[in-house]
């Protein structure tokens, strides 16, 4: 596979359930950056990664915690969302920080 | 993505037609700015970027302008075809940021009529 790959692409959970969403990126990318993308607002930046230390966290609850194991994985675990975290989860990457972003195709997450 | 529930500006035209996107940003500290296409089901894909000391760059088929005075952007398409079909969304960040905080804009939702 090639680019920035996503997966789950849908998900449905419960308030109560814990998930994790799982992003790869196979273009030696040193940069990946989760985004949210709701149908209310423009698309949000939330973390930014760089050579596997989060550089970035844009004031996102806790109930969001990313993971960043090696440079071309990024997960965003999620546990106790609410309704309006229903949204298109974005990841990206990038050559370098502030380098041309390749996002991944998303993940359709609705909690009930 | 599917954008239930957001009113996107729409600009409808017919194919063959140039686009014109119009986009305007907030921070004046910003010196990137880039435009991304995403079209239905898929991510941001990156069409075209212009940095703050130029104010016109053009790509194949397509041209961006910026206005730093009235902190205005745009993009032309020229020679609209069905693929062009898709939500354009202009993108801002700046220096002072190391450019991690990519500021997105709402989006503009281009129909091309056949």
């Known amino acids: 596979e090639t680019g920035v790959t996503q997966t789950p692409r849908h998900l449905v959970m419960g308030m109560t359930n814990k998930k994790s969403l799982k992003c790869e990126q196979h273009?030696?990318?040193?940069?990946m950056y989760w985004y949210k993308q709701s149908a209310k607002k423009p698309l949000e930046l939330m973390f930014v990664y760089s050579l596997e230390e989060r550089v970035e966290n844009n004031s996102v609850p806790s109930r969001f915690s990313p993971e960043c194991p090696n440079s071309s994985h990024l997960f965003l675990h999620l546990h106790t969302l609410q309704p309006e975290d229903s949204a298109l989860y974005l990841c990206?990457?990038?050559?370098?920080?502030?380098?041309?972003?390749?996002f991944g195709p998303g993940t359709r997450l609705t909690v009930l | 993505g599917e954008s239930v529930g957001l009113h996107l500006p729409t600009l409808s035209v017919q194919e063959g037609d140039n686009s014109i996107i119009n986009c305007a940003y907030s921070n004046s500290a910003s010196d990137y700015f880039i435009w991304y296409k995403q079209e239905s089901g898929k991510g941001p894909q990156f069409i075209i970027d212009?940095?703050?000391?130029?104010d016109k760059r053009q790509g194949q088929r397509v041209t961006v302008l910026l206005n730093k005075t009235v902190k205005h952007l745009s993009l032309q398409i020229a020679a609209t075809q069905p693929g062009d079909s898709a939500v354009y969304f202009c993108?801002?960040?700046?220096?002072?940021?190391?450019?991690?905080?990519?500021?997105f804009g709402p989006g503009t939702s281009l129909s091309v009529i056949p």
């Open positions: 993108a801002e960040t700046a220096a002072e940021t190391s450019y991690d905080k990519v500021i």
């Open positions: 212009i940095r703050s000391n130029m």
């Open positions: 990206a990457s990038s050559r370098v920080r502030g380098d041309e972003q390749f």
């Open positions: 273009l030696g990318h040193n940069a």
